[in-house]
């Protein structure tokens, strides 16, 4: 058994002496089998003699509350780190964490890497059972046409007497070679408790072959009434074909599933592998991208990737950040613009100075979010958990039952009859099928989202999203861009606008008040010459005032104006108009005369309308939470549109408080914000969503991000969230359906009214492809429309 690995799951986890460990990458070992267990996703746990035990599987916990000395000594309880390396783990258990590859303990399926690399090399297990099908396949043409042709034309290639020993030849490699890990895994399944898959087709297997072979070798240990005109039939084709066909399922499925990493891999494609860096003396180098540090400035060619995030130094490009979006439009980047690691130079060069490297870049940390999201359970997973749990040992007591009821009343050979319809349903079953139908889902879904500009963090926000009912959300920096801009300048006669915002600018420049910022970035884009200020002073509550080139000017609002003796009304009514749109509105005098007005807004993000609409369209009720004053509130909600209810206002607790009153009245609420101040109400919702703009609090307390912080990718996110849970119950409906029918067939239940009996081959091809079906089908999401 490999070493188990550590995770990267952040968590305060419980060790066995009740101690708190400060992250779950100190793995507890099962004192069961001795699996690698992380206790922060295992669900299995146990108290004893004060001290706490975690398992991999409910089989593994009952065995231990069952004889718990049985299993205690003087081993540690918790397995010291490995090397680093690549981690791999189980897609339907992911608590099962090894350092190389090799076989989950609880449903035998083979290991994945728990992130995608694009260094991990093809699958082990896929390499080596495709060599298995390959030699199994070519044995087996041969042994069906043998058995084939003798039933179903009374002849053969092969003289009677012989006849069995050449099927026994052609089936022992298959069984014996091919087949030898299914049996590994079944044995291991028997041992740990943990029945599975494999524990059915090694037991379907290993039934035929055993009688066949014993039929063949020793054919006086078996009763007269076996034998058919003489002959006591065999089943090397049942056993020998099952393994082919199980073979080809599981290399069918093993590159299904290769194909749910992509998403992963695409993102880390992104990334160049290099960069050119600008030595000290100007001249440039290339160098390895892990070679790049924070300071480094680099130069970024046309067409180039952007190895790092960072900052223009020189240069003017667009730059297609669609990786990083969702959104198609390449986006101007200039001096002093940050760029993003994997992003896509356009035309032009560009200078950067590198901010971000290796983990820190936006890049790696969508890539860790992604891959521990689609390592996360969704709730509608604990249906396909219980229905598994007593799945396995159902089939089996079916297939007892089958086995005597045909034995005793069945048709001649009676014997014959009954062990084939019992490897049949031994063989159909497929709780790999019922276990892969969420974790395939949640892994294309939350991959296909990382490629629209959303990322989930847990799998429980995907199915919340598709439930909710009422989105709230945040005014500022969510409906509107959060960085307040110079809307409109109104001169009075005798003055420029030029003239007045430079004028005004240069007051502002000592101000601290949060409009003078957007005052100074006008003038800065206007490219405006300030004057010099000189007696700069400030009144609290009215406004501020300045000599400017030896000019008077005075800037505020209305009580300002009077206090001067300036006479605003013939501004007022413009003035009125501003403030009924949500602005902020400067009045200016200059030398004792009123010289106009400026307005300050908050600007609606370009697509908050179209969002809205869109949203409302999905069903949703739309609630807007503000700390502004109500007129500034409600000017924005009329500006938008579509907003169901409007609450200005607002302090952060009060922001809690109404998303839990909304939830005790029955609605499912998501949370959208960007600051701070959101973190307390994105916590409290069914589903918080950040804005990729906002605050790192702001993203910690949300299970969804927004990597543009546009509202556009909020209606990716519920549509995504939809298509994601109607394919999961596709799959899950799918899975019952399939086993509820092939079971029953199996087991002969039709052969009274139909004469119709599946054969073990068939039944290995169908549950060959249920497992092929669930993936293919979870694949598909990668085509939604969103």
């Known amino acids: 058994m490999n070493t188990p690995m550590t995770s990267d799951a952040h968590a305060s986890t419980h060790n066995g002496d009740g101690q708190h460990a400060d992250r779950a990458d100190d793995l507890v070992s099962d004192p069961v089998c001795g699996m690698a267990v992380d206790p922060a996703k295992t669900v299995h746990h146990a108290d004893h003699g004060g001290r706490g035990y975690h398992f991999c599987s409910a089989g593994c916990r009952r065995k231990f509350v069952a004889a718990p000395e049985s299993y205690l000594g003087d081993k540690p309880l918790y397995r010291p780190k490995a090397a680093p390396g690549v981690i791999w783990t189980c897609p339907m258990h992911p608590e099962i964490l090894e350092d190389g590859a090799s076989t989950c303990p609880i449903c035998g399926m083979a290991l994945e890497p728990e992130k995608p690399t694009l260094d991990t090399g093809p699958n082990p297990e896929l390499v080596d059972f495709t060599r298995r099908v390959w030699v199994a396949g070519v044995l087996s043409v041969p042994l069906l046409a043998i058995s084939m042709v003798a039933e179903m034309l009374g002849m053969s290639f092969v003289p009677p007497p012989y006849s069995p020993w050449v099927q026994l030849a052609l089936t022992a490699p298959i069984v014996l070679w091919a087949g030898a890990p299914f049996f590994q895994r079944g044995w291991t399944s028997i041992r740990t408790g943990n029945l599975n898959m494999f524990t059915l087709v090694s037991l379907g297997v290993g039934a035929a072959f055993a009688y066949s072979l ?150 790696a940390r969508i890539v860790q979010m992604v891959a521990e999201a689609q390592r996360s359970r969704a709730p509608i997973q604990a249906i396909a958990d219980r229905v598994a749990g007593w799945f396995v040992p159902l089939v089996v007591g079916i297939a007892i039952l089958t086995f005597i009821v045909w034995n005793l009343v069945g048709p001649e050979p009676r014997f014959g009859h009954a062990l084939l319809n019992a490897i049949a349903v031994l063989i159909i079953a497929c709780p790999c099928a019922l276990g892969l139908a969420t974790p395939m889902s949640i892994m294309v879904g939350t991959g296909r989202g990382a490629r629209a500009g959303v990322l989930i963090k847990d799998a429980e926000a995907l199915q919340m999203m598709a439930s909710v009912d ?13 960085r307040p801009k110079v809307t409109a300048i109104e001169p009075s006669d005798g003055f420029t606008k030029d003239a007045l915002l430079a004028a005004v600018a240069a007051v502002e420049s000592r101000s601290e008040h ?100 869109a949203l409302k369209a999905e069903g949703l009720r739309i609630v807007m939470l503000t700390g502004d004053a109500e007129g500034t509130a409600q000017a924005v909600a ?149």
């Open 214 to 363: 014993v039929a063949t070798i020793a054919p006086g240990l078996l009763p007269p009434s076996f034998r058919i005109h003489g002959v006591i039939p065999v089943y090397y084709e049942a056993a020998g074909v099952v393994v082919t066909l199980v073979l080809l399922g599981q290399v069918l499925e093993l590159r299904a599933r290769a194909a749910t990493g992509r998403a992963i891999r695409a993102l880390i494609d992104l990334a160049p592998k290099t960069a050119r860096r600008l030595r000290d003396d100007g001249s440039e180098e290339e160098v390895p991208l892990s070679a790049v540090a924070t300071g480094d400035r680099l130069r970024v060619r046309p067409g180039e990737s952007i190895a790092v995030d960072g900052v223009v130094v020189d240069g003017r490009s667009s730059v297609d950040e669609a990786m990083l979006t969702g959104e198609p439009a390449p986006v101007l980047k200039q001096k002093d613009a940050d760029v993003t690691g994997g992003t896509i130079n356009g035309t032009g060069a560009l200078l950067i100075e590198a901010r971000a490297v290796g983990a820190d870049t936006v890049l």
């Open 470 to 482: 009422t989105l709230v959300i945040d005014k500022t920096g969510t409906l509107t861009e959060g």
């Open 514 to 613: 949060p409009l003078a910022h957007a005052i100074a970035a006008a003038a800065q884009d206007a490219k405006l010459s300030l004057g010099s200020l000189e007696q700069f002073e400030s009144q609290t509550g009215l406004g501020v005032g300045g000599q400017v080139d030896g000019k008077h000017v005075v800037v505020g609002n209305t009580a300002q104006m009077e206090r001067i003796g300036v006479d605003a009304e013939p501004l007022a009514d413009a003035a009125d108009r501003y403030r009924r749109d949500g602005a902020g509105v400067m009045l200016i005098a200059i030398e004792g005369k009123l010289a106009g007005l400026i307005a300050v807004a908050d600007p609606l993000r370009e697509s908050a309308r179209d969002s809205i609409a």
């Open 638 to 786: 009329k500006a938008i549109g579509g907003i169901d209810a409007v609450h200005a206002g607002l302090k952060p607790e009060d922001k809690a408080r109404i998303i839990a009153e909304l939830k005790a009245k029955g609605a499912k609420v998501a949370m959208a914000g960007d600051g701070i101040n959101d973190a307390p109400a994105l916590a409290a919702a069914d589903v918080g969503v950040a804005m990729g703009t906002g605050t790192d609090v702001a993203i910690e307390s949300a299970g969804m991000t927004l990597t543009k912080g546009d509202l556009a990718a909020m209606v990716r996110a519920r549509r995504l969230a939809r298509a994601t849970m109607r394919n999961i119950r596709q799959n899950l409906f799918f899975s019952f359906v399939f086993n509820g029918i092939g079971v029953p067939i199996a087991a002969g239940v039709l052969y009274p009214v139909t004469g119709l009996l599946l054969s073990p081959m068939i039944a290995g091809a169908a549950m060959a492809l249920s497992s092929v079906t669930v993936v293919t089908n979870a694949l598909w999401l990668n085509r939604a429309k969103l």
